[in-house]
């Protein structure tokens, strides 16, 4: 008789910030409460590039097992025989090398957006990844909502018919009085050495809405990587605050907007008076989607000869009532787990050449704007031993 116990995989978490404890958190929670039964998730260990009490403590917080280890480097957490998966959660301008550590030493990666700086890195790990044989993917949590699913469906279907165009926003306002953006110069949104910018950070979420339904859902035979014509204002610290993105895909007579700022909001009023901030907008319809763009909860359909009615579909995320936790990280994580059982190097939601795509539009956007980073953390050269592995600051 076939096993009904779910596949169980143990992940290591390197660093201890922000969306390490998120994303830890919904690791911890039950699968059952968001009605997946076939995988389920360990948190083994995690790591602090400073200090081990760092990583401990960050166990305690998220309430992860007490046989979980605590290291106080990366290093000894890619070692670590235990871990099946590494999930990197340092800024972007860690993630080649801290990424290129973790499969080097022939873990599974789940590593944070953006993926990388550079597309050379991007297609770096994709080499590595193939050549050690295990799974790796850019954890665009967004792209497998059951949300994000249900509207690509809508648009492959011909719901809202030929989809020629999509505008997506991911905008915060935080303008300050002085002229300066509420993030001091040193915080990884504004500061160059961390890869800093609205469109590394932000404008990713814009361009995943003009990606999965416009590029994702293109057959695989006519696939198209898109011109590009960007628009960028510079922060005085060197990165961008305020990027405009058009791409367009000839062949296919479509064109996705992609827009992000710290200037304004999309979200105005932190109620959505605004609107939407994706409209995707096609011959016999459009499909609205609620922001925010990374977690939206709600999409409309409104169609051309519907006569002024509109389909409006809620999708709340999942809470396990047990820990009181779901942010709905973890469906990325189910999908990791399912591509690791089913020996998968690469998840069909998100397939690594759709990431290099991604990363080269991102990269012509920062040529066209003029936004240079350093070398320490542009360069595709790989080294164990680069400060940025090593925590040395
Ligand atoms: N998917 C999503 O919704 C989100 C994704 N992100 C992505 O996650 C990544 C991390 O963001 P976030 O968690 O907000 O960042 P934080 O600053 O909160 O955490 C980053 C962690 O990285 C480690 N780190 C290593 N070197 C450095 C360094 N030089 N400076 C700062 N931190 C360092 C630190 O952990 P330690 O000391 O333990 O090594 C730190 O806690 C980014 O790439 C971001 O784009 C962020 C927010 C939301
Ligand atoms: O990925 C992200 O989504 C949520 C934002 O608050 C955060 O800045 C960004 O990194």
Same mark, same amino acid.
């Given at each position: 008789?076939?096993?009904?116990?779910?596949?169980?995989?143990?992940? &290591?978490?390197?660093?201890?910030?922000?969306?390490?404890?998120?994303?830890?958190?919904?690791?911890?929670?039950?699968?059952?409460?968001?009605?997946?039964?076939?995988?389920?998730?360990?948190?083994?260990?995690?790591?602090?590039?400073?200090?081990?009490?760092?990583?401990?403590?960050?166990?305690?917080?998220?309430?992860?097992?007490?046989?979980? !280890?605590?290291? &106080?480097?990366?290093?000894?957490?890619?070692?670590?025989?235990?871990?099946? +998966?590494?999930?990197?959660?340092?800024?972007?301008?860690?993630?080649?090398?801290?990424?290129?550590?973790?499969?080097?030493?022939?873990? !599974?990666?789940?590593?944070?957006?953006?993926?990388?700086?550079?597309? *050379?890195?991007?297609?770096?790990?994709?080499?590595?990844?193939?050549?050690?044989?295990?799974?790796?993917?850019? *954890?665009?949590?967004?792209?497998?909502?059951?949300?994000?699913?249900?509207? /690509?469906?809508?648009?492959?279907?011909?719901?809202?018919?030929?989809? %020629?165009?999509?505008?997506?926003?991911?905008?915060?306002?935080?303008?300050?009085?002085?002229?300066?953006?509420?993030?001091?110069?040193?915080?990884?949104?504004?500061?160059?050495?961390?890869? &800093?910018? *609205?469109?590394?950070?932000?404008?990713?979420?814009?361009?995943?809405?003009?990606?999965?339904?416009?590029?994702?859902?293109?057959?695989?035979?006519?696939?198209?990587?898109?011109?590009?014509? *960007?628009?960028?204002?510079? %922060?005085?610290?060197?990165?961008?605050?305020?990027?405009?993105?058009?791409?367009?895909?000839?062949?296919?007579?479509?064109?996705?907007?992609?827009?992000?700022?710290?200037?304004?909001?999309?979200?105005?009023?932190?109620? !959505?008076?605004?609107?939407?901030?994706?409209?995707?907008?096609?011959?016999?319809?459009?499909?609205?989607?609620?922001?925010?763009?990374?977690?939206?909860?709600?999409?409309?359909?409104?169609?051309?000869?519907?006569?002024?009615?509109?389909?409006?579909?809620?999708?709340? +995320?999942? /809470?396990?009532?047990?820990?009181?936790?779901?942010?709905?990280?973890?469906?990325?994580?189910?999908?990791?787990?399912?591509?690791?059982?089913? &020996?998968?190097?690469?998840?069909?939601?998100?397939?690594?050449?759709?990431?290099?795509?991604?990363?080269?539009?991102?990269?012509?956007?920062?040529?066209?704007?003029?936004?240079?980073?350093?070398?320490?953390?542009?360069?595709?050269? %790989?080294?164990?031993?680069?400060?940025?592995?090593?925590?040395?600051?």
């Amino acid at each position: 008789m076939a096993s009904t116990s779910p596949f169980t995989v143990k992940w &290591g978490i390197m660093a201890t910030g922000w969306i390490a404890e998120m994303f830890t958190k919904d690791l911890l929670t039950n699968p059952v409460s968001r009605d997946v039964h076939d995988v389920r998730h360990e948190v083994v260990a995690a790591a602090s590039s400073s200090a081990k009490d760092k990583a401990a403590d960050f166990l305690a917080m998220v309430k992860a097992p007490s046989s979980a !280890n605590a290291y &106080g480097s990366y290093h000894e957490l890619v070692a670590d025989p235990n871990v099946d +998966i590494v999930y990197v959660a340092t800024p972007h301008s860690h993630h080649f090398q801290n990424a290129m550590l973790a499969l080097e030493a022939g873990k !599974n990666v789940l590593c944070e957006k953006a993926l990388t700086v550079t597309a *050379a890195q991007t297609r770096k790990l994709v080499e590595t990844a193939k050549s050690k044989g295990v799974f790796f993917m850019e *954890a665009v949590w967004t792209r497998h909502f059951p949300l994000s699913i249900k509207v /690509r469906e809508l648009v492959s279907s011909g719901a809202i018919g030929n989809v %020629y165009r999509v505008i997506a926003d991911l905008s915060f306002n935080k303008d300050a009085a002085d002229g300066k953006v509420d993030f001091a110069d040193s915080h990884r949104m504004v500061n160059p050495d961390l890869a &800093g910018g *609205a469109l590394l950070d932000l404008g990713i979420y814009s361009l995943t809405w003009v990606f999965q339904t416009l590029y994702h859902t293109q057959p695989e035979k006519d696939k198209e990587a898109p011109n590009v014509v *960007a628009a960028v204002n510079k %922060y005085h610290t060197g990165a961008d605050e305020t990027t405009s993105v058009i791409t367009q895909f000839p062949k296919h007579k479509s064109m996705g907007i992609a827009l992000t700022s710290l200037r304004v909001g999309t979200d105005v009023d932190g109620h !959505n008076s605004g609107g939407a901030a994706i409209r995707i907008q096609g011959s016999g319809g459009e499909i609205q989607v609620m922001g925010p763009a990374y977690r939206p909860l709600q999409y409309k359909v409104i169609k051309k000869d519907g006569g002024g009615r509109i389909e409006v579909v809620d999708c709340p +995320i999942p /809470r396990d009532e047990e820990r009181d936790w779901g942010h709905g990280m973890f469906w990325e994580a189910d999908e990791s787990a399912r591509c690791l059982r089913d &020996g998968k190097e690469e998840s069909a939601t998100l397939p690594w050449s759709e990431s290099i795509v991604i990363m080269e539009v991102m990269e012509e956007v920062l040529k066209q704007g003029g936004v240079a980073y350093p070398e320490l953390i542009t360069t595709d050269v %790989y080294d164990a031993q680069s400060p940025l592995n090593t925590g040395m600051r």
